[in-house]
């Protein structure tokens, strides 16, 4: 286990932080990126071991989570960003890399034998949806708010999202994997990304006695019903909306819908990449004959270096998140300059340097 050299980058990066030290975006960036890797090997190592949230405590990784400098180091996500769009503006490799284990990591942790407990407490994207919503027990708050915002920079729903997203009721998946659209807690458990509700003032006694106690001897005493959500009451919009068979199809109806809320989802679409939104609706329709969630994740995979070598990418990183001008060009600028071709390249096998991953005989992921 490598935790000392993790601690030390963190320790290291922080530092940069306190400082005001010019490097110190890059090592938050390394930082982060070790943690993902030492989150890996903790992962591999807890199918060894019995418990669930106790083994955080084994292992001292709650110690550098709990340091609130450290706590801006790991939340902070652009600084990732940053760096994949310098990978996107270069031609360089090193957001490739950190994808595949990113993925693994993923795979490994819908696999684990052991209860891992995934508090969904506050703001929950991207990357944090990877590590949270393949958990054995996925917990929601009143304050989550879930998405998978990825078309807004000219990327795709990756993290095992379109697996995800693709099981979802309907085409409820397809709405929030185009627009990106937040989640609460009702709607994070009818959309099949989090399995219980707990008032976020239980939560420092429940991860208190998950240390001590069986999960669910421990949710029966903190489980309640979760507020009202907004998603099924547009239910039927949604899936008469998102059925259509192009994403084109899918504006014009929303669009000729009466409700105003499926207007609102419309404009949303026409702001976000073309490219990625074409690429992100064939992503959530093949990922569902694709089966366990390792294929989805190797598809997830062509799908994210191809975005890395694709203009929209590095636009929309600049416009939300370096520059936030919040006004991306796209190339191409319409859906119907987006081919069929273009979308296919998306998909193309990567060869030897495309990600392999075991199929597991767990059935923990299953359509419900």
Not at 18 to 35: E, I, N, Q, T, Y
Not at 78 to 94: K, L, P, V, W
Not at 245 to 257: K, Y
Not at 260 to 283: C, G, H, I, R
Request: with cysteine; glycine share 10%.
């Amino acid at each position: 286990m490598r935790h000392g050299p993790a601690r030390a980058l963190v320790r290291q990066a922080a530092e940069a932080l306190d400082s005001g030290d010019p490097v110190a975006p890059r090592l938050c960036a390394m930082a982060k990126r070790f943690a993902t890797d030492t989150g890996y090997s903790v992962a591999d190592r807890a199918l060894q071991l019995h418990g669930g949230y106790g083994y955080l405590s084994e292992y001292g990784i709650e110690k550098i989570v709990r340091d609130l400098r450290v706590h801006q180091i790991l939340e902070g996500t652009n600084e990732i960003i940053r760096a994949i769009h310098r990978d996107a503006a270069t031609g360089a490799a090193a957001a490739a890399e950190f994808w595949r284990d990113e993925y693994r990591l993923n795979a490994r942790i819908a696999r684990l034998r052991t209860p891992y407990v995934a508090v969904m407490d506050g703001i929950v994207m991207g990357g944090g949806v990877g590590i949270s919503a393949h958990g054995t027990v996925r917990l929601v708050t009143e304050r989550s708010r879930i998405a998978m915002p990825e078309t807004g920079i000219g990327f795709v729903p990756d993290v095992g999202g379109t697996y995800l997203l693709g099981l979802a009721p309907g085409e409820l998946g397809t709405h929030l994997a185009l627009t990106g659209a937040l989640v609460g807690a009702a709607d994070a458990q009818l959309c099949g990304l989090a399995d219980h509700f707990v008032p976020s003032e239980a939560l420092p006694v429940l991860l208190a006695e998950l240390a001590a106690a069986p999960v669910h001897d421990v949710l029966t005493r903190h489980v309640r019903p979760a507020p009202p959500g907004e998603l099924d009451a547009d239910r039927d919009w949604i899936g008469h909306c998102y059925a259509a068979d192009t994403v084109e199809g899918i504006v014009d109806r929303l669009l000729g819908h009466g409700a105003q809320a499926a207007k609102d989802a419309a404009t949303t679409l026409l702001s976000k990449s073309p490219t990625a939104l074409k690429v992100t609706l064939a992503s959530i329709r093949r990922s569902r004959e694709l089966g366990p969630l390792e294929r989805v994740l190797e598809q997830e995979y062509r799908v994210s270096c191809a975005a890395l070598a694709h203009p929209d990418l590095v636009e929309g990183i600049r416009a939300q998140v370096i520059d936030k001008d919040r006004a991306p060009h796209w190339r191409p600028a319409t859906l119907a300059e987006v081919t069929d071709q273009d979308v296919d390249g998306f998909f193309a096998p990567c060869g030897e340097h495309g990600l392999h991953l075991a199929v597991s005989d767990s059935t923990q992921e299953v359509p419900w």
